[in-house]
């Protein structure tokens, strides 16, 4: 119960420039978690670590993790467009609704770097209407033991 409300908190305190902006309702959409393996890159010859060591390089597979995001709308809803960005502030897909019910993948990144933070834990979906106006988001949250919440309820973890 503590950690729902301090959870809640958080998010309410990382998307400040949207608290107005009501979450999407849950019959609204649906998500599926895919867990692949996949090779990290290899970093630039020039890359040190903080004891000035060369960065180590791991050419094994390692879990990463997508979520694809089914949209279950309404035309009465006005939504016209989505934006998805991560808490780095990165924009990683700004789009047209093409079909109120399109569903898309969105890349969450390697599971280590998502639980000590040094990837993208958080990633907010904003729905704007035809004045570019948000009028409903979606936040996916990951702590660092890697639980997922989803709108302030946990739903699960990778």
């Known amino acids: 119960m503590i ?3 301090l959870l809640n908190i958080l998010l309410n305190w990382s998307d400040n420039r949207a608290a107005d902006v009501p979450y999407l309702a849950n019959d609204k959409f649906n998500y599926e978690i895919i867990y692949t393996f996949e090779k990290r890159p290899p970093p630039p010859q020039d890359e040190f670590d903080k004891d ?3 960065s180590t390089y791991s050419p094994s597979p390692l879990p990463y993790v997508k979520v694809k995001l089914f949209l279950l709308l309404q035309e009465s809803e006005g939504i016209l467009r989505y934006r998805v960005e991560n ?7 700004s789009r047209k609704v093409k079909d109120l019910t399109e569903d898309f993948v969105i890349d969450m990144g390697f599971a280590d770097d ?8 958080e990633f907010f979906i904003y729905f704007l ?3 570019k106006k948000e ?3 979606l936040i996916f949250f990951f702590t660092e033991k890697g639980n997922l919440f989803v709108n302030g309820q946990e739903r699960g973890k990778i």
């Open 3 to 5: 950690l729902a409300v």
């Open 52 to 54: 000035m060591n060369r």
């Open 87 to 93: 808490n780095k502030g990165v924009v990683l897909r």
């Open 114 to 121: 998502i639980k000590d933070r040094t990837g993208a834990h």
């Open 129 to 131: 209407n035809d004045d």
């Open 135 to 137: 009028v409903a988001k």
